[in-house]
């Protein structure tokens, strides 16, 4: 059971909960934050007080009251007029994770809402509650026309469905909201002063999947490290450059530490002895693979405290305070650095993908590796692994497109009020699209380094984490042999690196 609002929210905990069905509840400290700002907010109502989202309206109609006594008409209205995105809905784990996100910023005691819209959040979530989110829609500035799906459906409109708790469970078809409600025996939500607004306005669907994709990152940068060892092996490359003196004298920051990990997966190997590299200087990809792959630790390390102050801090305008008590207007849901963090990600991902590719290339490249060329087996006309590699360019150009960054503009919105936008979500988005195609580059660099280090003759003096690597490719792909298409192992293989427990880091 995780407990919202009793400790730091981490990513970790945002994919469990999203992935393994973990239950939470609201911490004693949260709820108690969450009454009292709630009673705050519905004090400063009962006096009439001037307050955005509470007794204005919304956007270029912040100058027209709402009525005395239509608080829960507006909060719905305010809801209903929002949920109106577009395109494919978001992955189970995805809609879980941004609603674990929006319960988690709410324990903070700074939005307003009611006590009763943090229960429904969180019985939701522990009930596998699946609202049918659409996933275009968010310009960053808060994800608000995503978001009120999810607001909306706990108010028992829109769709949703039980979700799987796992991937390969059959999903039932989207009902009714208030239908699936009924069914986990949930009440509808009945909102409240501030719950339309604080249920929309906040950017967690984009914090909820960049903490997933810091998650599934951190996973498969430790992945690409084995990958690249065993293609170390298979090349018979130099290890000097993973030298800690060659590190040192140019502190590159996460260059030692990744130089150190390939290390540690070459350990009890033939290569890590004196005289056992073929060649004076490798080519790039394998000299220059620790401060290559030491990009994607650094881009990690940068996005993860903005993941980490959207979960546990506030984004809500305005924003509630207590002692002294004061409602205060906030520009705290703009998140232009959580999107340049993501955008950084991206391109650290891209060159990774494209060593990959390149030290996959130097394996097949005879006059390179004293390899058979391209790999070709002894089967009469075999191509080798020639044609995959037309695959990886075709993936590579993917990536490429993926890594371009959104676009950066001021927008005249709202008669002028909502005039800067940081496509978040977008980021975030393109992001994790990109990292399934660094996925398969990963996947098709230990499946050509499986062979080479089979051609090599060295499977025997591998090292101990290269040697359970390269069983592991074998258990999803064999030897090549006569020629066959490898399009179906490869995604298998790339599919088992999506386990954490498949494949050695």
């Known amino acids: ?6 400790a730091a929210l981490t990513p970790g905990d945002v994919a469990h909960v999203a992935r393994n069905g973990g239950d939470v509840a609201l911490s004693t400290a949260a709820l108690s934050r969450v009454e009292t700002s709630h009673l705050l907010v519905s004090a400063a109502v009962e006096r009439g007080d001037l307050m955005y989202g509470l007794t204005t309206q919304l956007g270029e109609r912040v100058t027209q009251a709402v009525p005395p006594g239509h608080q829960h008409d507006f909060a719905l209205a305010t809801l209903r007029a929002r949920a109106n995105a577009l395109g494919a809905p978001l992955a189970y784990d995805v809609a879980r994770a941004a609603m674990l996100a929006r319960l988690s910023s ?12 943090a229960q429904t959040l969180t019985a939701c979530l522990n009930a596998d509650f699946y609202p049918r989110v659409p996933s275009i829609g968010s310009l960053g500035a808060s994800d608000l026309c995503v978001l009120a799906h999810i607001g909306l459906a706990l ?12 991937p390969e469970d059959r999903a039932e078809p989207w009902r009714p909201a208030r239908e699936v409600l009924a069914t986990v025996g949930i009440p509808p939500l009945r909102p409240g002063p501030k719950d339309g607004l604080a249920l929309c306005s906040a950017s967690s669907v984009s914090v909820g999947l960049s903490a997933l994709l810091a998650v599934d990152v951190e996973l498969l940068w430790r992945q690409s490290l084995t990958a690249a060892a065993l293609a170390f092996e298979g090349f018979r490359a130099n290890l000097t450059p993973l030298d800690p003196r060659a590190a040192a004298v140019r502190p590159v920051p996460g260059q030692a530490k990744t130089a150190a990990a390939l290390l540690r997966r070459l350990r009890g190997g033939a290569l890590r002895r004196a005289g056992a590299a073929r060649r004076l200087q490798d080519p790039l990809s394998l000299r220059a693979a620790a401060p290559i792959l030491a990009v994607v630790a650094e881009a990690l390390a940068r996005l993860g405290p903005h993941i980490e102050a959207e979960l546990n801090g506030s984004g809500d305008n305005p924003a509630v305070f207590s002692a002294p ?3 205060v207007s906030t520009g705290n849901f703009q998140t232009p650095g959580l999107t340049l963090a993501l955008e950084s990600l991206a391109q650290a991902m891209a060159q990774a993908g494209a060593s990959a590719v390149s030290r996959a290339a130097c394996l097949m490249t ?20 020639a044609p995959l590699m037309k695959v990886a360019d075709s ?6 497109h993926l890594s371009q960054p959104v676009a950066y503009e001021s927008r005249w919105r ?4 909502e005039d800067e936008v940081a496509q978040t979500l977008l980021a975030a988005r393109k992001a994790a699209d990109l990292l399934v195609h660094w996925r398969r580059l990963v996947a098709l660099e230990l499946m050509i380094a499986a062979e080479a280090v089979e051609r090599a003759g060295v499977i025997n003096v591998l090292g101990a984490t290269t040697g359970r690597a390269y069983a592991a490719v074998r258990e999803n792909v064999t030897r090549l042999g006569a020629d066959r298409p490898l399009g179906g192992e490869l995604e298998q293989l790339a599919d088992t690196l999506l386990a954490r427990d498949e494949l050695p880091v």
């Open 395 to 400: 993936v590579l150009t993917e990536i490429r």
């Open 155 to 166: 108010c028992g409109e829109g769709e949703a469905r039980i979700g799987p708790t796992r």
């Open 325 to 327: 008590d004061v409602i």
């Open 414 to 417: 709202a008669d002028g009020i």
């Open 106 to 117: 709410l324990s903070t005691g700074h939005s307003g809402v009611s006590p009763a819209a």
């Open 1 to 6: 059971m995780l407990r919202i609002g009793a």
């Open 366 to 385: 005879g006059r390179l590796s004293g390899l058979p060329h391209i790999l070709a087996s002894d089967e009469p006309g075999s191509s080798g692994f």
